[in-house]
């Protein structure tokens, strides 16, 4: 099983700002990687897949980026919709598919 | 746009089994592009992929949970299920289901949730 660590576990960061994310893989999943945000109360919702695509819909200030077992979810400029957790996938090498531990994004 | 519903107990005994469904609308669950997915969420923690059905019955699960998990499709009503067995109360989650791309198997379809307790 490929095991998906995420770093930080919470990010502070001030409206306007700009966030980054780290995800990392036990072992390569190439570029078969997601990342998606939860908002309190409500299911995920699908951000990024193969690592740098944006998902329908999702503005242009959602980046993704890395291969391998590094990756990145880069927020250029915060705002205040923003405010949540975000977890990476792999489904390089599954069953099972595997979610990070997530990181919870908070206001500074 | 389709749109995903769970319904089902929110509360189910110890070494009972749990079951819930999945309702699917505004698409065919038939489709071939797509795997019809189960993942939960304990409270406060992190997700857990339970497993897919295809349209045609295939599954794949979780080896954690495989030995404890039937998921099953129904094309005629447009549904799909989840059983697990000997449940405890490590299986109490908001359970979650979604739509999964085949290609690109990531879940870009959600269900809203149910929580489903596990106590006597």
């Known amino acids: 099983e490929i095991v998906m660590t995420q770093s930080p576990a919470t990010l502070s960061v001030s409206p306007g700002e700009r966030a980054t994310l780290s995800c990392r893989a036990s072992q390569s999943v190439s570029s078969n990687l997601a990342w998606y945000q939860q908002k309190s109360g409500q299911a995920p919702r699908l951000l990024i897949y193969s690592a740098s695509t944006r998902a329908t819909g999702i503005p242009a200030r959602f980046s993704g980026s890395g291969s391998g077992t590094e990756f990145t979810l880069t927020i250029s400029s915060l705002q205040s919709e923003d405010f949540a957790v975000y977890y990476c996938?792999?489904?390089?090498?599954?069953?099972?598919?595997?979610f990070g531990g997530g990181t919870k994004v908070e206001i500074k | 746009q389709v749109q995903l519903q769970e319904s089902g107990p929110g509360l189910v005994k110890p070494s009972q089994t749990l079951s819930l469904t999945c309702t699917v609308s505004?698409?065919?669950?038939?489709?071939?592009?797509?795997?019809w997915s189960w993942i939960r969420q304990p409270p406060g923690k992190g997700l857990e992929w339970i497993g897919h059905?295809?349209?045609?019955?295939?599954?794949y699960y979780n080896p954690s949970l495989k030995s404890r998990v039937i998921i099953s499709v129904d094309t005629s009503k447009n549904q799909f299920s989840l059983k697990l067995s000997s449940v405890t109360a490590a299986d109490t989650a908001v359970y979650y289901c979604a739509r999964a791309e085949v290609v690109v198997i990531t879940m870009n379809h959600w269900g809203q949730g149910t929580l489903v307790t596990v106590s006597s």
């Open positions: 505004g698409g065919s669950i038939s489709g071939r592009d797509y795997y």
């Open positions: 059905v295809y349209y045609s019955g295939g599954t």
């Open positions: 996938q792999q489904y390089n090498n599954w069953p099972p598919l595997t």
